[in-house]
């Protein structure tokens, strides 16, 4: 039985074989999603007001302007559930050796990223991306920089501490450890039980993902300067430097808007009441080897999934939430400052002079029509730095209920 929990889910998480989530061909509207609010003043509309059906009866309490997030039928939300979810998340009892947990590369003060261009497996193996941010993960329509397969978050969780290609945690082949260390724990005795008072043996290597995908959706950030001016209505929550930022981000000119949109800055997100999930990859001319189009290999996007050249480069819009603090940038981590990536943008692609990866970016046949280029004053760069600092969330930084439980 817990084989089979596993098999399913490294298959689901690697796309390897058979998976309960159809491939979802990306709706050509925006998923109903209007574009990031301009100005301040009054409420977008959605709130957390009531749960939907597979909430339960858990209570969101969500930021205004949020839409209540999609959760799977066969994991309800509950309190005990998050509590143990947050438990695990930050127990280095997770990986093999006892040296590494979740919050070993996805830190709170960092927006749950590592600071890292490469994360850096328990084992000391590298990575070929960089840890991505799980602020607001509960409405990505797709997890992890491109895989357009890989839609819910307690399958994700597997990957981490199962997986091989790279190892994280390590734990493949010893999942009976994983479950004997747990429950030599009095504390997770109880944790369990309360979390999943149905099951004869709640403590189970499938709990341990659901309890973790509960606790990452409640890792919510919605309480920045940005979100006080554009959805509750302080017109002086942010500077005038930072509104011309927003305009700018806004405008047919930088094109941003189109793929950073909505209120988590992304175009692949799913929520209630939406009528398709919106999943979608965009190559944005990172790269170009040798004017093939090609990414560096093992970097190669949303290719490496589906085979189809014209996915090469392809990637998830990561949001822009907290932007400020998860430095370096890109699913590579090579872009290392804002103002690089504004470059990037600016150039309409980046271009590498020498290296095995040379090739000029703007040029690249796969790029999305949306990167076009565009000059910027100082002054303008100035503005947009403004918008992107108005929107760190330092409340959620710092948020007590989402912090390490072990330390308290
Ligand atoms: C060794 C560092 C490392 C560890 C440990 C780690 N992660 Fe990650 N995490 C990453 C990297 C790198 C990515 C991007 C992976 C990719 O794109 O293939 C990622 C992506 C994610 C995502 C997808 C976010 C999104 O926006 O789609 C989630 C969710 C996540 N991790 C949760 C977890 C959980 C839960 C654990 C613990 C069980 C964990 N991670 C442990 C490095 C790590
Ligand atoms: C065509 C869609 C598209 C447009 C237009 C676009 N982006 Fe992006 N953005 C992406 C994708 C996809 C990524 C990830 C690319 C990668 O990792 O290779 C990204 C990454 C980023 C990142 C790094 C995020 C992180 O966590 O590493 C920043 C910052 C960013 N974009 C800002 C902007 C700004 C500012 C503009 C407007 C000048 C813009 N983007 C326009 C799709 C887009």
Redesign the pocket.
Known sequence: MKTSVITYVMAAAFGLGACEDPYLPSPSGGGGQGGIPASGGGSSGASSADGGSSSQGWEWSLPEGFPIPKVPDDNPMSHDKVELGRRL?YDVR?SENQT???A???DQALAFT?GLAH???STGEV?P??????AN?AY?AT????NPVLLH?EP??AV??FGTMPV??GMNGVEEELVTRLAADPLYEALFAAAFPDDDEPIAVGNVTKA?ASF?RTVISGGSPFDRYAYGGDATAISEAAKRGLDLFNSEKLECFHCHQGFNFQDSVTFEGQAFASIKFHNTGLYNIEGTGAYPEGGEGLYAMTGDPEDMGKFRVPTLRNIAVTAPYM?DGSVATLDDVLDHYAAAGRTIDDGPYAGVGSDNPYKSNFILGFELTAEERADLHAFFESLTDEAFLTNPALSNPWRQ
Not at 129 to 134: G, H, P, Q, T
């Open positions: 998340f997770l590494q947990s979740c070993s590369c996805h590592d994360a850096v497996g990575h991306r960089s840890s991505m941010s799980i993960v990505s997890l992890t920089w491109a978050l994700q969780a981490p501490i994280e945690l973790l990452q699913h």
